[in-house]
Structures are given as structure tokens and as C-alpha cells.
């Protein structure tokens, strides 16, 4: 046996795990529980590096906390609903049930093959009938306590997809996956309220300490809290107003036009009469209605001819315009605009020839700023009103507080706290997806399907010839009677959107078997929050905020009693390789270059060069890609496991390398080596007098428990790595002592720590070596190793040597060693010799383990 038979023995060991049932959540105990959670996948078709890393990061967590004496839940499932499975039916005739379900059980496999620790009796796929009937029956008590309703609302529509996307899903005012230019239509729609917990979802971020600040800060953002005001401007001669919102009612002077959305009321009024400027509405509308797309896009406006009379003084009007700039969605779709301050509004007011006037002046640079504003660069800064009747000389923050004070004296509006936040819209026009669970009557609206008509299951057959919603052109599955009054009716057609499923799955986990109900209340209780939730950074608003929403949201309807889902979350870094360029400009994969005679790179088969581009992330689109399987197959799971921890902390990007790898696999082998060929004492040998060698040694073996154990604790799994590789050298060092030698003893105790130590991280290998050590039992049940204190005590140290109070020299002593033994060394020191000149000193005070003072 001179060579580790990596596949037959993670085989075996995944095989032991299995049949010995060693990661099944236990019932509660007296033990404290932890829930450790990975984001779980989309059932692509094949594990990527990123789910290999996020995998590998989460088993580590859940395999140190089970040594460490917790309960540990550790389970994986699948959000299985989703486009792609729609698109492989429209392209390769298969039905996307079988596409997922196949996906699913060639996943599991890959998934298994890593070794991972989870309670597969947990598994959850949300396609199936028995996860999503609950969610429908969350929607409906959703409905019940107010927190769902339905509106007409302008969507992005995507005309390829034929589907809404998110503000997210528009990327340039193009549609994210078709490419298509997006445009904006008014449909019908379901919404959750999840402004109704605005201000909670903020407050609480405070509470999650365990939350990388990014990501908080990210969803504060989001959440987008501003004070501000509402007021209504007269028009002249209309006696409707306008009612605008503001978060700077302190530059009200300022104000030298009014402007409304495309979809503002008014602009529909007014365009009725008005061809120009429906057809202005009619182009807004082509635009996306995401931040950035508004952003980005030239700021355009359609002039009513309407005057608006400024609230403030009396006498001074100003334009209505419509402009593409203001949001029907934000606030209350119409605002003033204040060139000098705003810099949107200034590139407004400069195109269209409206002015502006400053009325904010900074302490200092006050030309500056003007000169500025004059150049068209609006001034956002602090400072002192000018130019703003009762205002002037007030603060920004003070001004703001008067301008809202008189606003409300005079009955036309009052200080609001608004929020860039907006409910969640959870129609789409999708096949593959749960069905809102709604039956509309032309007599009785929109009528909730009775809870005893649970699940509304997706129709099997159905057709993808036609583009659009096969729910829709199904020839019967829409057809039923009105629950209510038992007309001819029709079903909903609309699916949710897919972030509905991954809102609860934590919670299902809890207790996965309950058909008759979502989750066991004590259950989730138990388990609940998920002590470490892992997963990619592109999840740090949407699902985590949705996933918060809903906790609050199952609170309010008595399903469980906690508020946060996720105590502690970890967003893993990404994985980059270097990308290839062929000489004509395509892309290569890595395993399509290989070093050519001279060592460049070249191109497998023809030899021709190859142009080296830098790392990046891994991307199908730039072919950097390396498959894990293919990894796996060759190298192990462990090897891949220990290369994901090893070169850098798991919330940075990770480089992979050839190199990176090969050294994993060298290490995964010499640490086999060493425990397969050392020639030990038997197990439970008693210890030996040790030599100083010896001794010095075991005092590593107890240090490297310690520090990998802290390590493991603040998910520095990198130094982890880095300690145990050290650990191994030393011992490596050993050679091969006699068996009956202090040393052979301090090598045993140092294998079977390793083995221990590397439990979480190389857990096949962890097990092999375990029982190449003569151990009948499993690492996996084995409680994490204590260090020996006294074995960490620091054993020297350093002490000054002064004569006369000059340094003179310094020495290493034992700790605590006696004052006589630290009086004669320092008396030795060729220093001390020369200052004393000869003569003996006078007096020797020793400070122990500081200092020695000699005075001559
Ligand atoms: C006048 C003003 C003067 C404004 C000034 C800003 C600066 P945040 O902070 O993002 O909430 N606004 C209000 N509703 C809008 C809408 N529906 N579409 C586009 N813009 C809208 O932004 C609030 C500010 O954005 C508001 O304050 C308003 O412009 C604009 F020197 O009012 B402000
Ligand atoms: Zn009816």
C-alpha cells in the first residue's frame, strides 16, 4: 500500500456515514441546537465551483459543531421551479417536471459524492405538490390579515419572454436573459405588502451583529428610509392640485418647475385631448422602469402649458411639466423641481430653458459652489438658506423643520417618512411555477380557492408551441366553478414569482413530513433562526429581505413566533480562473490549452498560441469554467474540499489554479502516508518520559488544537489549513522512530489529533486515517480533541539585562525560572562583562520574567 485509493475510500467512508445514519438531525435534547444552512441550488443539471465552495463551507461548519456537542440540522433540498426548466421544454420537447426531477437525482449523485453531512431524509423540492400546496396556503392567510392585495400596475414587460421582469431583471432597459428592450404595461397584479414592515425590517438590522455590515447596509439602501413632505400645489385654474413629495422642503424657494410622471392621472387627463403628448407617454412608457435605467437615461419633458402657484409666495407660478425622470411608483409621482440642488433637476431645467436660484450656500467656498451650479453641477451640500423669505439663515436640517411647520400651518401637506422600499409583485406569467391559488368570477371578483380545493396542482399536460403562458392556452385547466356562487369561472393563470419558494424553505426543513401543514410550529422553533445561513452575495437584498418579510409576515398569521430567520449569515467569495482567447478571438475552455514546447500556452490538438487574459470569475460566457466532477473523479472530494479552504478567507474571491490543486492532492497523500506506514506504539499506550524533543513537540500538537479550533470558530478556515499543514511538517520531521520511543508515542498522539482536526475539512481521509491508527470508531462521532493547558503555556521568554539602567543585553530564559539561575546567565553576557570592567557588581535585582538590573 504505497498509494492512497482516494475513490475506493471516500466511496467506503460515504458508505459508513449512510448505513450508521451519522448526520440525521437530532430530537431535542438537552444539548444546545445549531441550524447550519447553504443557499440551496437551482437545479441547473450539474454542480458548479460555487456551489462546491458554499457546500464545502457549510459541511465544515456543521461537522465542527457536531464534534463540538450540538445538535446540528444540516439538511439540503431544491428551488426547483424556475425558467430554465421551460426553456429546455420549448428547445428539447422535454416536460419541465422530468427535466427538474432528472436534474435533481444527478445533483443529489454529484452532491453525494462530496461527502457532505446532511440529513437527506429532509430533502425538499419545491415543484412538487407537497411543498408549494403550503405556500398557497400562506398566500391565502396572507390575503386573510391584509398583507396581499391586487392592483393595476405598470410592469416591465418583456416582449421575447413574454413575462414581467423585476427593476433587477432589466439591465440597460434590455430584458436580463432575452436581450429584448423592455417595455412598460399596465397589468393586474398580485402584491405582498411588504412595506407594511418597512420600518421593522430596518430597525432590526441593528439586531443582526452576526451580518457582514455590506450586506445590512445593502438592505438599508434598499429599504431606503427618508423624511420628508407632501404638499399640494394649486393650478391655476383647475381645483384639483397637485400633491408632490419631497425629502428637501427646505429648497422649496428654490422651485422653478413642477413635473409628473408619464402615468401620473393628470398627464392621462390631459392627454386625451392631446396627441403630442400621448404620444410622449407612449414613449416613456418604451423605457425601463428601473433606478438605474432613469439614471442613465436623458432627462426629457412635455410642457402641459398648466401653471402650478408656488405655496410659499404668493403670486409666483410655475410649469407643469411631464417628465420621464419622475416615477409613478415613488412618492406620489409628481415633485418640484429645484435646479441649483438637484442634479437631475438641473439638467431638466437647463434643457428646457426654466432657470434656477440658489437658496443653500455653503460656509465656505461659497463662490466656489455658485460658480459650480452656474458650470451645471447642482450643489447637494450643507449650508445656511439664501434667497428664502422666512428661511433665510437657517441650517439645511433646521430649515427643513420650519419649511414642514409652516407647510402644515397652512393646511397644504405635513412631514411623512417614506421609503424607497416598494411592495413585492408576485405575478408572472409562467407555467413553471406554483399557481396563485385565486379563482375570478365575472360576478364575484376574485374569490380565494377553498383551503379543502389545496394544492391547485400544475396541469401535466401542456404545450409549449405557443409563446406565452401554457397555463393560459391549456384547453380546460382554467376552467372551474366560482367557489362562491358556482357560476362558470376562471382560474388564476398567473404563477408566483420563484423568490416565493426560497421564502420558507428554512422553515420547511424543520419539519419536512408534515403534509397537513406547513411546518410544525415547535419545530421551527426549536431550530429557528438558522444559526449560519451561507451563501452567494447576489442574494444580500432580494431573497434575504423577502426572507425576513416573511418570517414577520407567518408571525402575524400565527404560524411561528420569531422575527429573523438568519442569526448569522457568511456570503462567500467567487471563484476566478484565468480566461483563454484562441487566435481568432473565441474563447477556450482550460482543458483546451496546454503548454506548447517552449512553455507558452497553446491549444490542444493544432498548437496554435494562445492570449492568457486575467482571472475572473468563473462564467460560462468566457468558458474560465472547471467542472467539478471532473475534479472529483480525478483528485477526490477531499481534494476539492481542502483546495476550496485553504488560500483564502471564504468571503473573498478564490483563484483556481492547476498548481492549487495538485498541491491539495499531494498533501491529501502525504498525510495518508504518514498514518499508513509510521510504526506506533499500540492505541491507549500510556506516555512516556519525554525527552525535550518530544516534549516540545506534543506541546505543538496541543497548541495546533487550539488555534485550529479558534480558527474554526471565526471561519478563518484557511489558516485552519495553514496550522494543521504545519503541524504535519513537524511531525514528517519525526522520520521513523522506534516504536517503543518517546517519539513514536508524541507521533501517534500527533496523527490521531490531525485526523481529528481535519475531521470537518478532509472528512474522507479524517476517517481513513482514524482507522489506519487502529480506531474502530468514526471521526464523524468523535467529540472535537481538547487541548491540555498547561501544554499552552508560553515556555520561555525573554528577558532585558541592564547595567546601571543601560541595556546591556538580552536573554532567554525558562518561564518562571529560578532568580539565581537568571542572575548568573546574565552575569555571563559578554555586555554585562565589559560594563562591569573586572569588578563585581554591586547588587543584582531580578524582576522575574522582565528584567535583570546590575548595579556596578
Ligand atoms: C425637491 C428637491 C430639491 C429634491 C432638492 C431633491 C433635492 P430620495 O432621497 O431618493 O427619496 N422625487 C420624489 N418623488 C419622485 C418620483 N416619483 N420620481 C422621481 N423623483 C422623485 O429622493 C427624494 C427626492 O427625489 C425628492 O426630493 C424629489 O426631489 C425626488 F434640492 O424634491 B426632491
Ligand atoms: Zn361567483
Known amino acids: 500500500t504505497d498509494r492512497y485509493n482516494v475513490k475506493e475510500t471516500e466511496a467506503h467512508w460515504q458508505k459508513v456515514w449512510e448505513e450508521r445514519d451519522c448526520f440525521a438531525a437530532p430530537p431535542p435534547s438537552d444539548r444546545p441546537k445549531y441550524y447550519v444552512l447553504e443557499m440551496f441550488p437551482y437545479p441547473s443539471g450539474r454542480i458548479h465551483m460555487g456551489h462546491v465552495r458554499n457546500y464545502t463551507l457549510g459541511d465544515v461548519?456543521?461537522?465542527?459543531?457536531?464534534?463540538?456537542?450540538?445538535?446540528?440540522?444540516?439538511?439540503?433540498?431544491?428551488d426547483a421551479f424556475g425558467l430554465p426548466a421551460e426553456n429546455a421544454a420549448i428547445q428539447h420537447g422535454v416536460h419541465p417536471a422530468q427535466w427538474t426531477r432528472d436534474n435533481i437525482a444527478a445533483m443529489r449523485t454529484q452532491l453525494k459524492s462530496m461527502g457532505l453531512s446532511y440529513d437527506w431524509t429532509r430533502e425538499v423540492a419545491t415543484c412538487e405538490p407537497e411543498y408549494y400546496r403550503h405556500e398557497q396556503k400562506m398566500f391565502l392567510d396572507f390575503l386573510k390579515a391584509g398583507l396581499v392585495y391586487r392592483k393595476e400596475s405598470w410592469v416591465n414587460w418583456d416582449p421575447v419572454e413574454h413575462t414581467v421582469l423585476a427593476n433587477e431583471q432589466v439591465i440597460d432597459g434590455r430584458g436580463w436573459r432575452s436581450g429584448a428592450l423592455v417595455e412598460k404595461r399596465?397589468?393586474?397584479?398580485?402584491?405582498?405588502k411588504i412595506t407594511a414592515f418597512a420600518q421593522d425590517l430596518l430597525d432590526s438590522l441593528g439586531t443582526l451583529e452576526r451580518w457582514p455590515e455590506r450586506v445590512r447596509l445593502m438592505q438599508e439602501n434598499w429599504i431606503g428610509r427618508s423624511e420628508g413632505a407632501r404638499l399640494t400645489f394649486q393650478v391655476e385654474g383647475r381645483t384639483d392640485g397637485i400633491e408632490i413629495f419631497t425629502t428637501r422642503p427646505d429648497t422649496l424657494f428654490g422651485a422653478r418647475f413642477v413635473a409628473i410622471a408619464a402615468n401620473h392621472p393628470l398627464a392621462a387627463e390631459l392627454a386625451r385631448d392631446n396627441p403630442a403628448l400621448a404620444a410622449f407617454i407612449a414613449e416613456c412608457n418604451r423605457m425601463g422602469t428601473s433606478e438605474a435605467a432613469i439614471e442613465t437615461a436623458e432627462k426629457k419633458g412635455f410642457d402641459t402649458g398648466l401653471k402650478a402657484r408656488h405655496p410659499f409666495e404668493p403670486g409666483r407660478t410655475l410649469p407643469i411639466h411631464v417628465a420621464n425622470f419622475v416615477l409613478m411608483e415613488y412618492g406620489t409621482g409628481a415633485i418640484?423641481?429645484?435646479?441649483?440642488?438637484?442634479?437631475?433637476?438641473?439638467?431638466?431645467a437647463t434643457k428646457y430653458g426654466l432657470g434656477y436660484a440658489q437658496v443653500v450656500e455653503p460656509a465656505t467656498e461659497r463662490e466656489a459652489a455658485a460658480a459650480q451650479i452656474a458650470a451645471g453641477t447642482a450643489f447637494t451640500g450643507d449650508g445656511v438658506l439664501i434667497n428664502s423669505g422666512f428661511l433665510d439663515g437657517l441650517a439645511v436640517e433646521e430649515a427643513k423643520k420650519a419649511a414642514i411647520a409652516r407647510i402644515e400651518q397652512l393646511g397644504i401637506g405635513a412631514g411623512t417618512v417614506s421609503y424607497r422600499l416598494r411592495d413585492w409583485g408576485v405575478s408572472r406569467q409562467r407555467y413553471w411555477g406554483c399557481p396563485i391559488p385565486i379563482v375570478h368570477c365575472d360576478t364575484c371578483g376574485a374569490v380565494p380557492v377553498p383551503e379543502a380545493d389545496l394544492p391547485v396542482r400544475l396541469p401535466e399536460d401542456v404545450s409549449f408551441d405557443n409563446p406565452g403562458n401554457p397555463l393560459a392556452h391549456h384547453p380546460t385547466w382554467k376552467d372551474v366553478a366560482c367557489p362562491c356562487c358556482g357560476r362558470p369561472a376562471r382560474r388564476e393563470t398567473d404563477t408566483f414569482d420563484t423568490f416565493f419558494e426560497s421564502s420558507w424553505y428554512f422553515a420547511r426543513y424543520t419539519s419536512p413530513d408534515r403534509a397537513d401543514i406547513a411546518f410544525d410550529r415547535a419545530a421551527a422553533e426549536h431550530w429557528l433562526p438558522v444559526d449560519q445561513y451561507i451563501g452567494g452575495i447576489e442574494h444580500a437584498v432580494l431573497h434575504l429581505l423577502y426572507s425576513r418579510f416573511f418570517t414577520r409576515a407567518l408571525r402575524a398569521c400565527g404560524y411561528l413566533d420569531i422575527k429573523e430567520p438568519f442569526a448569522g449569515l457568511l456570503t462567500q467569495g467567487m471563484i476566478?480562473?484565468?480566461?483563454?482567447?484562441?487566435?481568432?478571438?473565441?474563447?477556450?475552455?482550460?482543458?483546451?490549452?496546454?503548454?506548447?514546447?517552449?512553455?507558452?500556452?497553446?491549444?490542444?490538438?493544432?498548437?496554435?498560441?494562445?492570449?492568457?487574459?486575467?482571472?475572473?470569475?468563473?462564467?460560462?460566457?468566457?468558458?474560465?469554467?472547471?467542472?467539478?466532477?471532473?475534479?472529483?473523479?480525478?483528485?477526490?472530494?477531499?481534494t476539492a474540499r481542502l483546495f476550496m479552504l485553504s488560500d483564502s478567507p471564504p468571503d473573498r474571491d478564490l483563484d483556481w489554479t492547476e498548481a492549487g490543486i495538485d498541491g491539495a492532492w499531494r498533501y491529501v497523500n502525504r498525510l495518508w502516508r504518514l498514518a499508513a506506514t509510521a510504526d506506533l506504539p499500540a492505541p491507549g499506550t500510556p506516555m512516556p518520559e519525554l525527552g525535550a524533543a518530544a516534549a516540545?513537540?506534543?506541546?505543538?500538537?496541543?497548541?495546533?488544537?487550539?488555534?485550529?479550533?479558534?480558527?474554526?470558530?471565526?471561519?478563518?478556515?484557511?489558516?485552519?489549513?495553514?496550522?494543521?499543514?504545519?503541524?504535519?511538517?513537524?511531525?514528517?520531521?519525526?522520520?521513523?522512530?522506534?516504536?517503543?520511543?518517546?517519539?513514536?508515542?508524541?507521533?501517534?498522539?500527533?496523527?490521531?489529533?490531525?485526523?481529528?482536526?481535519?475531521?470537518?475539512?478532509?472528512?474522507?481521509l479524517a476517517e481513513e486515517m482514524w482507522s489506519l491508527l487502529g480506531h474502530d470508531s468514526l471521526i464523524a462521532e468523535t467529540p472535537w480533541p481538547e487541548a491540555d493547558p498547561a501544554l499552552l503555556v508560553e515556555d520561555s521568554v525573554t528577558v532585558a539585562v541592564q547595567v546601571n539602567g543601560k541595556l546591556r543585553a538580552t536573554i532567554t530564559l525558562p518561564k518562571n525560572a529560578e532568580p539565581a539561575l537568571a542572575e548568573r546567565t546574565a552575569l555571563e553576557q559578554p555586555g554585562v562583562v565589559a560594563a562591569l570592567a573586572g569588578k563585581p557588581p554591586r547588587k543584582v535585582v531580578v524582576v522575574p520574567n522582565r528584567i535583570v538590573n546590575v548595579v556596578a
Not at 418640484?336 to 431638466?348: E, N, S, W
Not at 480566461?579 to 512553455?599: I, Q
Not at 520511543?741 to 478532509?762: H, K, N
Open 61 to 78: 461548519v456543521a461537522r465542527v459543531k457536531r464534534a463540538r456537542g450540538y445538535d446540528v440540522l444540516h439538511p439540503m433540498g431544491w
Open 576 to 638: 476566478c480562473h484565468e480566461t483563454y482567447k484562441a487566435a481568432d478571438g473565441s474563447w477556450l475552455f482550460p482543458s483546451e490549452v496546454t503548454s506548447g514546447a517552449d512553455g507558452q500556452p497553446v491549444r490542444v490538438g493544432s498548437g496554435e498560441p494562445v492570449t492568457v487574459g486575467r482571472s475572473e470569475k468563473m462564467s460560462k460566457s468566457k468558458k474560465n469554467v472547471v467542472d467539478p466532477a471532473g475534479i472529483i473523479d480525478n483528485y477526490g472530494a477531499d
Open 696 to 764: 516540545k513537540l506534543r506541546r505543538l500538537v496541543h497548541k495546533t488544537i487550539a488555534q485550529v479550533g479558534d480558527d474554526l470558530d471565526r471561519f478563518a478556515f484557511n489558516k485552519a489549513v495553514a496550522r494543521v499543514r504545519e503541524l504535519t511538517n513537524a511531525l514528517g520531521e519525526l522520520g521513523s522512530p522506534a516504536p517503543d520511543s518517546d517519539s513514536a508515542w508524541v507521533l501517534r498522539e500527533g496523527l490521531e489529533v490531525t485526523a481529528r482536526l481535519i475531521g470537518p475539512m478532509l472528512p474522507h
Open 336 to 348: 418640484f423641481g429645484c435646479p441649483a440642488h438637484d442634479q437631475r433637476d438641473l439638467d431638466f
Open 186 to 192: 399596465l397589468l393586474s397584479q398580485w402584491f405582498l
